[in-house]
């Protein structure tokens, strides 16, 4: 079975500009979050989408943005780019267990350098 | 303060060491506890997922959550180099969002 799977895996861009980035859940998730991770701040949440429909949104400004299609694969962007925004910008599918809870799976990340 | 703390480390112990790794958390909602481990440049990988208090074991991997004190640990039974990585706690209250530690960064030496 495919994991999560992330592209571009590496990316830089400019400062000013926007970034794509895109996720496929592993086959039958339908949950799919995403995270930023820095070396200064960590691993934060950023949102979650189900069905379609954004559930949850971390403490973000609202230059991150995100969305999810039919099939479960999800995109998200980053407008007008800064230098703080370099990061490893990390996928999340989870499956629902039985009490009540997810097991969350993550990807290999995407590597955003902006200059 | 940050609701989920974790040592950062550096950890160094011997290859066949018994390794203990630590969390705590403030928030009395989370009921989710998960272990990830992550080598460098990777994503994180998940190691065990502890539903409430109890303790669960695989393999090598014992998970104990302590809802009373609010801790969490992560035992590492004969601990090879290949365990070298950043071990990260993940704790959660929906299991749709999740709060990380910092990470504690741990070396076994052959």
């Known amino acids: 079975k495919a994991g999560v799977t992330q592209t571009p895996r590496y990316l830089i861009k400019t400062r000013g500009q926007q970034v794509t980035l895109s996720c496929s859940p592993i086959s039958g998730h339908r949950s799919v979050s995403w995270y930023q991770q820095t070396p200064g701040q960590g691993l934060q949440f950023l949102f979650e989408y189900f069905s379609e429909t954004q559930r949850n949104k971390g403490n973000f400004p609202g230059r991150f943005s995100g969305r999810q299609f039919s099939n479960s694969r999800s995109e998200m962007n980053v407008s007008t780019l800064e230098l703080g925004d370099s990061a490893l910008y990390l996928c999340a599918s989870s499956f629902n267990l039985g009490d009540g809870g997810n097991t969350i799976y993550f990807g290999e990340g995407s590597w955003l350098t902006v200059v | 303060q940050k609701e989920v703390e974790q040592d950062p480390g550096p950890l160094s112990v011997p290859e066949g060491a018994i390794v203990s790794l630590n969390c705590t958390y403030s928030?009395?909602?989370?009921?989710?506890f998960m272990w990830y481990r992550q080598y460098s440049r990777k994503g994180p990988e998940l190691l065990m997922y502890t539903y409430s208090s109890g303790n669960k074991e695989d393999g090598r991997f014992t998970a104990q959550v302590d809802k009373s004190s609010k801790y969490i640990s992560l035992f590492i039974r004969d601990s090879q180099p290949s365990d070298s990585a950043t071990y990260l706690c993940a704790n959660s209250g929906s299991a749709r969002q999740l709060t990380f530690g910092s990470g504690t960064q741990l070396t076994v030496l052959p």
């Open positions: 928030n009395s909602a989370f009921q989710y």
